[in-house]
């Protein structure tokens, strides 16, 4: 590599790569060719709505930022047209959203990824894509929590009709429980 100095558009552009890569829970490395690009819009406006983005990015760009972070890419994943679909958040909603657009759009297909600095193959994104998405965890969570006071309040309830059953129905003018007329 040479010494000489950067070109100031060349180092604006790997800032700009460092940064959109910079902090990001999950990656994923897409290979977008063949696509349109009305299929590639309709894939960011996906990922937007999990929390995720979507930049094409030069291998070597790629390969540089990842080298600073301490991850190499296997062998021949970093060829051909790459886009860099990052985000924060649900992994496993991003995941089902990338491998479903795979699935209808053949031409695409997923080179890797990222869980923080692991690396990741095909396969294991395509597991991650079938775990239930995290607001479904949660819910699950909530409900079996709620469970048991929910059948504690039915239990006293019965309990509280049962007593009223047997208990006479008060009407006005009834004497009370001990004998003294009402009111």
Known sequence: MSNQKKRPEV???YKEV???LAGKEFSFLLNFGG???AQIADLRTQLAAKGAKM???????????AAEQGITFPEGVLTGP????AGEGDIADAA???VDFVKKNEKASIKAGLMEKTVITEAQVTTLSELISLAAQQARLLGTLQAPAS???RVLQ????????GAPASAEGAPAPDGTPAA
Do not use: H
């Open 11 to 13: 180092v604006a552009i």
């Open 18 to 20: 460092s940064d959109f």
């Open 35 to 37: 696509l349109t690009v």
């Open 55 to 65: 930049m094409v990015i030069k291998n070597t760009y790629i390969a540089k930022a």
């Open 82 to 85: 790459t886009a860099v679909i």
């Open 96 to 98: 089902k959203t990338v």
């Open 151 to 153: 059948q504690m309040a």
């Open 158 to 165: 019965a309990k509280v009709d049962k007593e009223n059953e």
